[in-house]
């Protein structure tokens, strides 16, 4: 079944196939970015622990905004209440629609500045930047040159 995804959003996924959701807790995501014609996108991810209400009564949750605007993927928090802790992190970006950058980079969470290794397939538009390695909690920006 072809699954379609709209121009301007974003949409973190766990890729990888496991015999249960509670196995994939601490796997990583993966980020689909569709550029709208403005060269824009903006999406959100909210993580708890899965069991409990305590994302309702001990404000244990993360709530993150994604938004690519400027040639830059920010992550943000949407929500300063939430405590929650998680190892997941991110493990891969993919922006479709978007043109070959000369260069990426990686603007982390305690101002570190990374370079990062990127494919751009030239027949479908797509830009892959694998493990830009940062965890779904923090702020972070990936900046495309």
């Known amino acids: 079944i072809p699954v379609f995804q709209r121009g301007g959003t974003i949409i973190p996924r766990k890729d990888r196939v496991r015999r249960s959701s509670e196995c994939m807790a601490g796997d990583p995501y993966t980020l689909y970015v569709a550029l709208s014609p403005q060269n824009a996108a903006s999406g959100e991810l909210f993580v708890d622990d899965g069991h ?4 309702e009564t001990k404000n244990q949750y993360i709530h993150r905004n994604f938004t ?3 040639n830059s993927l920010t992550s943000s928090n949407a929500d300063p209440r939430g405590e929650f802790t998680s190892a997941a992190w991110i493990e891969r970006v993919v922006i479709m629609g978007a043109q070959r950058p000369s260069g990426v980079q990686l603007q982390g969470p305690e101002g570190s500045q990374t370079d990062l290794e990127f494919e751009f397939d030239s027949e479908t538009s797509v830009l892959t930047l694998r493990k830009p390695a940062v965890n779904v909690g923090s702020d972070w920006s990936l900046v495309l040159r």
């Open 52 to 55: 409990t209400f305590s994302f």
């Open 68 to 70: 690519f605007a400027n």
